[in-house]
């Protein structure tokens, strides 16, 4: 098989197969394609079909080429070829009416090294013909001085393109249609306006990156609309494109759906039109329009005039007032999210036939008036920064708006919040209700902790109060268990859930199910421990009782045996989650009873102190983990402190006090049996003489 190239306009003979077959075959340019291939078998030619031509580089420069202008290189040009311009200064008024690449070397203003197309009136560079499938393309020069710097048609290309210093327009979108326009990288400044698109033209599948529409005396970009025609600005992709410092608006459109704005700016624009100067202005006009997004828009120090009324930074309405009342328009579906507009009278305007705008994420601050709405529907304008911690919203805000909640800071992340956990015993008695669980939480805003016992969680949400919670642990099961709290804040824009607390261990303990020993037999040895600081003795002082009478009673003297023993002795040993009570002289077990937060709880009834004398008697406490041994000295008013002694019984002890027991010798002892003996026998005598 051989390819013939439709432009060598020769007769080609080709040969193939296993045998020799000649077949004369012409080569005319009424082939639409550039290259073909023939096939051939022993009977002639079998068929001829078009394929993927290679783009052919045609060279212009001013001396030395194949050709010396620009127009000439086009015109020995076919579809997919590439004309490369040489550094230099060429005339304008070029025709690029064929889907080819004209590329220059640079599009600086140095002629020595860049491809500069240069005039002083009508149109630089005109392009047409392009199709989805195959583009006009410009790259990488310059277009200065003309009227209009290039009259793009559909499916243009200006990739690296700078069009500048142009009496109207440095790019002008006259057509009809001008569907498929892009732009990369280039830069649209110093014109009158930066791009236009005529009042009756329309515009769609747009997409522009990378590019500056900046310095122009009036805009950066303006589309206009007839409100007697139907034109259409849609499907327009604009991605890191700046409107800056353009003289009366950065950006300008009468016709806009299905547009997506990603990080744009349009600063310092706006400040010298006479009046309502703007940054970005969408000035919507007879129509139904829908779906505008703003990613991350910047409008610094932008709107204005030279008088009033001052126009937004931003201003976006549908016009439906006045003498557009007749044929309004109406906009849905427009959303701002992220970025800032600052430094202006007025921040952002929207209203007229919008509905539904969301306005979030963005800074809004530095202005008179942070957003206004101009008669439209409600504006949700939630999660922005307005400037301030607390701004007065009386006066930055007006109409139809929806602004809380807000960001407290600028710099619109959530604060991270931290939640630490403390036990008050590392041991309790189940079922005790004194004994808690505390949650910190920094910093100190309004929320509610979980608490949880190995995961599950414990009761509901507690609301922190004074930057804490706590939560009674007695419902917590008999066992060792793993307590951890999570704090939730209220302002969950704001403030961060807290990750997860470190975990507290408590262990849940009941009682013995027989009492520990006494660790004594009777007074006497009681009174030798204490004595020797095996048993340390509680001072009254320190032990917080009440025997339920009004007054209280905290020095544990004259005690009323009919009225309840209450209160709390410090006990040091953490192990201990009971300890057991006796009463001396003879050790009788009055009960067992909890410890918490280091105090044991003790609650002596009636019943319990009645079964003691009156008098002075010892409370022995002994830790049921530890072993650990207190006592404490008290006394039972002997009237029973209201008048009546306690009855006898055989249950009631002997009077027990703290004086030291009186030591006989053996001859003493042996005396005082004798004495027994003798006084014995006397009364039976005189039982006998006195009968």
Not at 98 to 107: D, F
Not at 197 to 211: K, M, V, Y
Not at 241 to 247: L, P
Not at 331 to 341: A, F, K, N, P
Request: aromatic share 6%.
């Amino acid at each position: 098989m051989r390819r013939l190239d439709r432009r060598a306009r020769y007769t080609a003979i080709l040969v193939v197969g296993a045998g020799v077959a000649a077949a004369l075959i012409t080569a005319t340019p009424a082939m639409a394609a550039s290259t073909y291939t023939v096939t051939s078998t022993d009977d002639g030619i079998s068929g001829i079909s078009a394929v993927d031509a290679q783009a052919v580089s045609i060279v212009v420069c001013q001396d030395g080429c194949d050709y010396t202008t620009i127009a000439a290189g086009i015109a020995a040009a076919a579809e997919g070829d590439v004309i490369e311009v040489a550094a230099g200064t060429y005339v304008g008024g070029i025709a690029l009416n064929k889907p080819v690449t004209l590329r220059g070397a640079g599009n600086g203003g140095d002629p020595s090294v860049d491809t500069i197309i240069e005039g002083t009136s009508g149109n630089g560079i005109t392009t047409s013909n392009g199709t989805a499938e195959s583009r006009v393309t410009i790259e990488n020069l310059r277009v200065t001085g003309f009227g209009s710097g290039v009259v793009a048609g559909s499916h243009t290309t200006l990739d690296r393109v700078v069009s500048t210093a142009n009496s109207s327009y440095g790019i002008n979108l006259s057509g009809s249609d001008n569907d498929g326009l892009r732009i990369t990288d280039s830069t649209i400044s110093f014109n009158a306006t930066g791009v236009k698109l005529g009042s009756a033209a329309s515009g769609r599948d747009i997409e522009i990156s990378d590019s500056h529409f900046d310095d122009n005396t009036k805009n950066g970009w303006y589309a206009d609309k007839s409100t007697s025609g139907d034109s259409q600005l849609d499907d327009v992709t604009m991605t890191r494109a700046t409107f800056d410092r353009n003289g009366e608006k950065g950006f300008y459109a009468e016709k806009l759906s299905n547009a997506t704005f990603t990080d744009v700016t349009a600063n310092g624009s706006g400040h010298d039109r006479a009046t309502m100067g703007n940054g970005i202005s969408i000035n919507l006009k007879a129509g139904d329009y829908s779906d505008i997004v703003f990613d991350n828009l910047t409008a610094l120090n932008s709107g204005g005039g030279q008088g009033a009324p001052l126009g937004a930074a931003v201003d976006i309405q549908a016009r439906n007032d006045g003498s557009y009342a007749a044929n309004p328009a109406t906009l849905t579906g427009l959303v701002l999210d992220g970025g800032e507009i600052s430094g202006s009278d007025i921040g952002l305007i929207i209203g007229g036939g919008t509905t539904g705008a969301v306005v979030t994420g963005m800074t809004l601050s530095g202005t008179v008036i942070a957003l206004h709405n101009e008669n439209g529907g409600r504006i949700t304008a939630t999660h922005n920064f307005w400037g301030s911690a607390n701004p007065d919203f009386s006066t930055i805000v007006s109409g139809d708006v929806n602004y809380s909640p807000w960001w407290k800071s600028a710099e619109m992340t959530a604060q991270p919040t931290s939640v630490s956990l403390a036990l008050s015993s590392p041991t309790m008695p189940r079922g005790d209700a004194n004994t808690r669980a505390v949650a910190s939480v920094a910093p100190a805003v309004q929320g509610a902790v979980q608490f949880f016992d190995g995961g599950a969680p414990l009761g509901g949400p507690v609301v922190v109060e004074g930057g804490a919670a706590s939560i009674a642990l007695g419902t917590l099961g008999a066992g060792s268990h793993s307590i951890t709290a999570q704090f939730t804040p209220d302002d969950t824009m704001d403030y961060l859930e807290s990750p997860v607390s470190d975990a507290r261990t408590i262990v849940v303990n009941v009682p013995n199910p027989e009492p520990v020993p006494a660790p004594a037999t009777n007074s006497e040895q009681l009174q030798e421990q204490i004595q020797s600081g095996a048993v340390p003795t509680i001072p009254p002082s320190s032990f917080n009782a009440s025997d339920g009478s009004a007054a209280g009673n905290t020095d544990l003297q004259s005690l009323d045996p009919s009225k309840p023993l209450q209160g709390e002795i410090p006990w040091s040993d953490g192990s201990d989650s009971y300890v057991d009570v006796y009463a001396y002289s003879t050790p009788v077990f009055l009960g067992t009873f909890p410890v918490v937060n280091g105090q044991v709880q003790l609650n002596l009834t009636p019943a319990q102190l009645q079964l003691l004398e009156g008098g002075d008697h010892d409370l022995v406490f002994i830790g049921q983990t530890s072993g650990t041994t207190m006592a404490v000295a008290i006394q039972l008013a002997v009237d029973g402190g209201g008048g009546t002694a306690p009855s006898a019984s055989p249950q009631v002890l002997a009077n027990t006090g703290a004086s030291t027991p009186v030591h006989l010798s053996a001859s003493a002892i042996v005396m005082l049996l004798l004495g027994a003996v003798a006084l014995g026998v006397a009364r039976v005598k005189q039982r006998k003489l006195h009968p």
